[in-house]
């Protein structure tokens, strides 16, 4: 048996020792001794300087720039890409595409990082992520578009689970909070961009220009990032890959997403296609924690899931960005419906949605680094979001202002919980899992996502009846015929499931275990730059 000395609090495999080795660089006090088989992980010949964690902070968050905005970039161009091709009926396939396989593929990134090294996983996501852009570009018809895209986020849905282990391997639990909220900014910005680079794109020049654009950043991105690569730590071990449990896991999530996509639009909810692929996701499900239970080397180790910290740190993840999701999507809606607002003035009134969760995100990040009780900026911040969600479901209806101003609170406070669960769960798990572990994460929150968006898409259903045009359908239909009156009445309920998201992530922080984060008391780098 081998050991690998590994920072911070988490699971106990075996007893606590006093003199950490060659990565005191990234420890403090609390050292633990995990017990894993083959080869001990190597560590680095020597520490990384404050400039080089800034070149890698730095290409890290252009690579996740690449994979945010590509997110975004699309839905306004589908017009365009519709009326070229003469089928407007599948276009939504476009955006569901690169969301099924990149959810279906984030926790095996995660695994295969911790098994081959982080360096060779980012290289293969992004190599695909620009492949897939690529056959985008240059796709002659819908079908060959859907089917690249689909390759696209195969490659692209490694990115995030990948980039935020990376961030754990080269900065301390304490001050990775600071760090989250910067690459929080960076997913607002390609929110707010993404939409007006797509419509410049489609409009003046030509709809492929949003996938061959992908070229020069993701090459930039492998330039900065590649030649440091060798100096960061690596915690990784080889070991047996669990094809038949990661086969299970994906199976078992895009028949569970295709029925969130499906039911209620395509389908009834209580039509038999739909029961039947729900209780297909449900049986590989089950077919998954089995095989897990019951073998030596699992692709997501279930006991990985439990514990004091990670089940709940996930949990509340989930249902923060499930609410921020399902309300992004929805809300151009109700602008356009009750303030007689445009498709472009909608997406602007989006911005406090979007763009407020960063300075929560920070202010809990600050908080980790110089507080013992760092979970309380996330729990004082779901707090003030669901009561925000409260009152807006109250108060309905209201001038603009006042619903951005509520709205603003709402993020301000939904934005503390991110660098909080994720630091969370990766300061509660051996060096050797954190991949596994952050991708795992990043597998539930999308799942949180589409359910949050499946959920609030059929209260409106329920509340309105009929057919909705909602999110990328929405920008080739256009027109709703809805009365304001109806559209406010529906919201109400609307934002009382948001409140109930909201509530449930503060539940779930509150019974979450507070560990302590390793890292000096007074970090060295307090700021991103100097």
Same mark, same amino acid.
């Given at each position: 048996?081998n050991?690998?000395?590994?920072?911070g609090?988490?699971?106990?495999?075996?007893?606590? +020792?006093?003199?950490?080795?060659?990565?005191?660089? =990234?420890?403090?006090?609390?050292?633990?001794?995990?017990?894993?088989?083959?080869?001990?992980p190597?560590a680095?010949?020597?520490p990384?300087?404050?400039?080089?964690v800034h070149?890698?902070?730095?290409?890290?968050?252009?690579?996740? &720039?690449?994979t945010?905005?590509?997110?975004?970039i699309?839905?306004?161009?589908?017009?365009?890409?519709?009326r070229?091709?003469?089928?407007?009926?599948?276009?939504?396939?476009?955006?569901t595409?690169?969301?099924?396989?990149?959810?279906?593929?984030?926790?095996?990134?995660?695994?295969?990082?911790?098994?081959?090294g982080r360096?060779?996983?980012i290289?293969?996501?992004?190599?695909?992520?620009?492949?897939?852009s690529v056959?985008?570009?240059?796709a002659?018809?819908?079908?060959?578009?859907?089917?690249?895209?689909?390759?696209?986020g195969?490659?692209?849905?490694?990115?995030? #689970?990948?980039?935020?282990?990376?961030?754990?391997?080269i900065?301390? #639990?304490?001050?990775?909070?600071?760090?989250q909220?910067?690459?929080?900014?960076?997913? +607002? @910005?390609?929110?707010?961009?993404?939409?007006v680079?797509?419509?410049v $794109?489609a409009?003046?020049?030509?709809?492929?220009?949003i996938f061959?654009?992908n070229?020069?950043l993701? =090459?930039?991105?492998?330039?900065?990032?590649?030649?440091?690569m060798?100096?960061?730590?690596?915690?990784? %071990?080889?070991r047996k890959i669990d094809?038949?449990?990661?086969?299970l896991?994906?199976?078992?999530?895009?028949?569970?997403?295709?029925?969130?996509?499906?039911?209620?639009?395509?389908?009834?909810?209580?039509?038999?296609?739909i029961?039947?692929?729900?209780?297909s996701?449900?049986?590989?499900?089950?077919?998954?924690?089995?095989?897990? %239970?019951n073998?030596?080397e699992? &692709?997501?180790?279930?006991?990985?899931?439990?514990?004091?910290?990670?089940?709940?740190?996930?949990?509340?993840?989930?249902?923060?960005?499930?609410t921020?999701?399902?309300?992004?999507?929805?809300?151009p809606?109700?602008?356009?419906?009750?303030?007689?607002?445009?498709?472009?003035?909608?997406?602007l009134?989006?911005?406090?949605?979007?763009?407020?969760?960063v300075p929560?995100?920070?202010?809990?990040?600050?908080?980790?680094?110089?507080?013992?009780?760092?979970?309380?900026?996330?729990i004082?911040g779901?707090?003030?979001a669901?009561?925000?969600a409260v009152?807006?479901?109250v108060?309905?209806?209201?001038?603009l202002?006042?619903?951005?101003?509520?709205l603003s609170?709402?993020?301000?406070?939904?934005g503390?919980? &991110?660098?909080?669960?994720?630091?969370?769960?990766?300061n509660?798990?051996? %060096?050797?899992?954190?991949?596994?572990?952050t991708?795992?994460?990043n597998?539930?929150?999308?799942?949180?996502? @589409?359910?949050?968006?499946?959920?609030?898409?059929?209260?409106?259903?329920?509340?309105?009846g009929?057919? =909705?045009?909602?999110?990328?359908e929405?920008?080739?239909?256009g027109?709703?015929?809805?009365?304001a009156?109806?559209?406010? @009445?529906? &919201?109400?309920?609307?934002? +009382?499931?948001a409140?109930v998201?909201l509530?449930?992530?503060?539940? $779930?922080?509150?019974?979450?275990?507070e560990?302590p984060l390793?890292?000096?008391?007074?970090?060295?780098?307090?700021?991103?730059s100097?």
């Open positions: 048996m050991k690998i000395d590994r920072p609090h988490g699971m106990a495999h075996g007893q606590p +020792v006093s003199n950490p080795d060659d990565i005191t660089d =990234l420890t403090t006090a609390a050292t633990e001794v995990i017990e894993v088989s083959d080869a001990p190597v680095p010949p020597a990384l300087s404050k400039s080089e070149t890698i902070i730095l290409s890290l968050m252009l690579t996740m &720039f690449l945010a905005l590509d997110q975004t699309v839905a306004t161009a589908l017009p365009t890409i519709g070229q091709f003469g089928d407007v009926s599948d276009l939504s396939w476009i955006i595409a690169y969301l099924l396989s990149s959810t279906a593929v984030a926790p095996v990134y995660g695994t295969l990082s911790d098994i081959y360096r060779a996983m290289i293969v996501s992004l190599t695909l992520f620009l492949v897939g056959w985008c570009a240059l002659p018809n819908l079908l060959t578009l859907i089917l690249a895209r689909a390759l696209q195969i490659g692209g849905g490694g990115i995030l #689970p990948i980039v935020q282990t990376v961030i754990s391997d900065v301390t #639990p304490r001050e990775r909070g600071q760090y909220a910067y690459f929080s900014a960076v997913w +607002v @910005s390609a929110g707010i961009g993404g939409p680079l797509g419509g $794109f409009e003046h020049l030509h709809w492929s220009v061959w654009i070229l020069p993701g =090459l930039l991105s492998l330039a900065l990032l590649l030649p440091k060798g100096k960061i730590p690596t915690f990784h %071990r080889h094809w038949i449990g990661g086969l896991l994906m199976t078992s999530a895009v028949v569970f997403m295709l029925v969130l996509t499906w039911g209620g639009s395509r389908f009834a909810w209580a039509s038999p296609t029961l039947a692929m729900f209780g996701a449900v049986a590989m499900a089950f077919a998954f924690v089995w095989h897990a %239970r073998t030596d699992p &692709f997501l180790p279930i006991p990985l899931l439990g514990g004091s910290v990670v089940p709940y740190a996930m949990a509340a993840g989930a249902c923060a960005i499930g921020m999701i399902g309300l992004t999507v929805h809300m809606l109700y602008y356009e419906v009750v303030y007689h607002l445009s498709a472009s003035e909608a997406g009134a989006l911005i406090p949605i979007v763009a407020m969760s929560g995100a920070w202010i809990a990040g600050r908080a980790m680094m110089h507080t013992k009780h760092y979970k309380w900026a996330a004082i779901s707090g003030c669901t009561a925000a009152a807006i479901a108060l309905l209806p209201m001038p202002w006042a619903l951005l101003a509520l609170l709402l993020a301000l406070g939904l503390s919980c &991110f660098p909080v669960s994720v630091v969370s769960i990766q509660a798990v051996s %060096r050797a899992q954190v991949g596994t572990a991708g795992a994460m597998f539930f929150r999308s799942l949180m996502a @589409s359910f949050a968006v499946a959920m609030f898409t059929t209260i409106l259903l329920m509340a309105l009929g057919n =909705l045009t909602i999110g990328a929405q920008n080739v239909s027109g709703h015929g809805i009365a009156a109806d559209m406010v @009445s529906a &919201f109400r309920y609307v934002f +009382v499931a409140a998201l509530a449930s992530a503060l539940t $779930f922080l509150l019974i979450m275990e560990r390793a890292g000096p008391a007074k970090p060295a780098v307090t700021e991103f100097e």
